[in-house]
């Protein structure tokens, strides 16, 4: 068999690379809550808040359930976010169930309490067994939000990307024509959904780039701690789940903390990949789980700054 030069050098990389090495310092990171149901949730989401805060993320994100059913409790997270912590809150806004009035109200009140950023997405329709229809009277899609967005204000627009294709595209192709069109609208990077190999991204990056895609593409990092629920929403994604995937959770369901150690070291493997492909922003999913993303970014070396530990002290 004859081996590759490529091959050659990415072995030479992983023997020349020291175990759990920081990597190049130059990372940044960024990550996604979610808004609270009740007062547990609640409080468990700004112990997530409170504890990531210090790792001074590039942007926070804050989730917009389907179908607009989170609407209140986003808008209020996100005052929160901006209004009393350090980050820079991003607010998740869709386009299903409302019109473009409504839509653009709800932007033209995150201006005014300061956010700058949107996370602009179409949205599902709020029934599962019913397929996307355009409100009448609303955005019709996440490239027509961005436009809509940039007319109200320079807002700073990110988007969803999907590696391995959303579920309602026929091919990668027509998948990459509709991130185009959103990126040209005035999107200024797209955020991909979750995925499991470095490889998974590599090829959707060279894929991108050939369809003249030249924006930032930031991989969305999803920690593992279930493998059920995990396949259960890579299913409705389009996510494909690699085999080794269930035989490495294998019979940890009742233990908690082991499994959560093996999540934060293959999310931050997975990671450390992808930083040495070239990959200088990650996006993670954190589930409002504080301590599994401040593990994760912990082994890669995304540390407190020094503003926050002078503070602490």
Known sequence: MTISV???????????????????GDLTVSFEFFPPKNETMNTALWEAVRTLEPLDPSFVSVTYGAGGTTRERTHATVARIQRETSLAAAAHLTCVEASREEVDAIAREYWAIGVRHIVALRGDSPASDTPYAPHPGGYENAADLVAGLRRLHPFEI???????A????????????????????????????????????????????????????????????????????????????????????????????????????????????????????????TLNRAELAYAICHLLGVRPTLREREVAA
């Open 6 to 24: 490529p091959q050659l050098e990415e072995a030479r990389r992983a023997l020349d690379t020291p175990l759990f090495a920081d990597v190049g």
């Open 158 to 164: 990110s988007v969803a990307a999907y590696p391995e």
């Open 166 to 285: 959303h579920p309602e595209s026929p091919d990668q192709a027509s998948d990459l024509d509709n991130l185009k069109r959103k990126l040209d609208a005035g999107a200024r990077r797209a955020i991909t959904q979750f995925f499991f190999e470095p490889d998974t991204f590599f090829r959707f990056r060279d894929a991108a780039a050939a369809a003249g895609i030249d924006a930032d593409l930031v991989p969305g990092i999803m920690p593992v701690m279930n493998v059920a629920s995990i396949t259960r929403m890579s299913a409705l994604c389009g996510t494909r789940v690699p085999p080794w995937m269930g035989r490495l959770f294998e019979g940890l369901d009742e233990r908690p903390a082991a499994r959560q150690l093996v999540a934060a070291t293959v999310a931050a493997e997975l990671s450390r990949r992808l930083y040495a492909g070239g990959v200088k922003e990650l996006h993670f999913y």
